[in-house]
Each structure stands twice: as C-alpha cells, then as structure tokens.
C-alpha cells in the first residue's frame, strides 16, 4: 500500500525571508497594530489586497480623524531620529502605543507638567536623550 502523500497547499502558511528598510519595518508594524495583527500577519494581509481585483486600498487606516486624513504609512510617522518618531508616534496616534512606550510617554508628560514646560518635540527630545532615561527596551519598535 502506497505511503500517503501529503496534499499540495495543506500548510497553513511558507516563511518567506524578507529584507526591509528600517522606515518600512517600522511603518508596517505600526500598520499591524492598527489592524491589530502580527507584522508578518499585515505583510500577508497587504500581499493578498496587492494581488487581489480590489487593489485600490480603500478604507486604508488613517493617521488622525476624520477624511482627508493621510494614510498611516505615509510620512507622518517616521523620521529617521528615533525620538522624533516615537513623538510623532505619541502624539498622533498614542492609541498604538505599546505598553513600554505608554509608560515613557506617561513619564515624560509627568515630568513635562512638573517642571511646567510645554511638550514639544525638542522638549521629548532632550529627553529622550537625558542620560537618565532608558530606552533601550523600545528598541525595533517592539
């Protein structure tokens, strides 16, 4: 009696080894939060909409309310200072905040409100940069 083979496309999903610029990386894992999957699970996602009929991305996530605002992966949050990109991240989108980042962000507004200071972009980054301060678990985004 013959072995039984195994049916063709049985397996739920290939690994495919993929090289990405560090502003994709980072664009697509704030994608995924919004649509709250996995990185590789929005990569799959954008793959599948890409080759469908109904590439026209309608009903993309938005950075802000409202129409008109700009899709999520357009410029508005990145930038190739970290601090700079965690702010954007904060404060245009603080729901996708992860919980690490919630806490710097909590910490730094804190602070902002103790030493009576405006936030600002300058002020984050004069803190982020603050030898005191570790960031260095937020690193990848992750």
Same mark, same amino acid.
């Given at each position: 009696?013959?072995? =039984?083979?195994?049916?063709?496309?049985?397996?739920? @999903?290939?690994? $495919?080894? $993929?090289? *990405?610029?560090?502003?994709?990386?980072?664009?697509?894992? /704030?994608?995924? &939060?919004?649509? $709250?999957?996995?990185?590789?699970?929005?990569?799959?996602?954008?793959?599948?909409?890409?080759? @469908?009929?109904?590439?026209?991305?309608?009903?993309? %996530?938005?950075?802000? !309310?409202? %129409?008109?605002? %700009?899709?999520?992966?357009?410029? =508005?949050?990145?930038? $190739?200072?970290?601090? !700079? &990109? +965690?702010? @954007?991240?904060?404060?245009?989108? %603080?729901?996708?905040? #992860? /919980?690490?980042?919630?806490?710097?962000?909590?910490? +730094?507004?804190?602070?902002?409100?103790?030493?009576?200071?405006?936030? #600002?972009?300058?002020? +984050?980054?004069?803190?982020?940069?603050?030898?005191?301060?570790?960031? @260095? =678990? *937020?690193?990848?985004?992750?």
């Amino acid at each position: 009696m013959p072995a =039984h083979k195994k049916a063709l496309n049985t397996a739920r @999903s290939e690994t $495919v080894t $993929v090289r *990405l610029d560090p502003k994709l990386h980072y664009l697509a894992g /704030i994608a995924a &939060r919004e649509q $709250v999957r996995t990185r590789s699970g929005f990569i799959e996602w954008a793959v599948r909409r890409t080759l @469908s009929d109904k590439a026209a991305m309608l009903n993309e %996530p938005l950075v802000g !309310d409202g %129409p008109g605002a %700009p899709p999520l992966w357009e410029e =508005h949050l990145w930038d $190739v200072d970290e601090a !700079d &990109r +965690f702010f @954007s991240l904060a404060t245009l989108r %603080p729901g996708l905040l #992860t /919980i690490p980042e919630q806490r710097l962000w909590k910490l +730094f507004t804190m602070h902002m409100q103790h030493t009576k200071r405006k936030i #600002t972009s300058a002020s +984050f980054r004069e803190f982020w940069h603050d030898p005191s301060i570790n960031t @260095s =678990h *937020l690193q990848d985004g992750e």
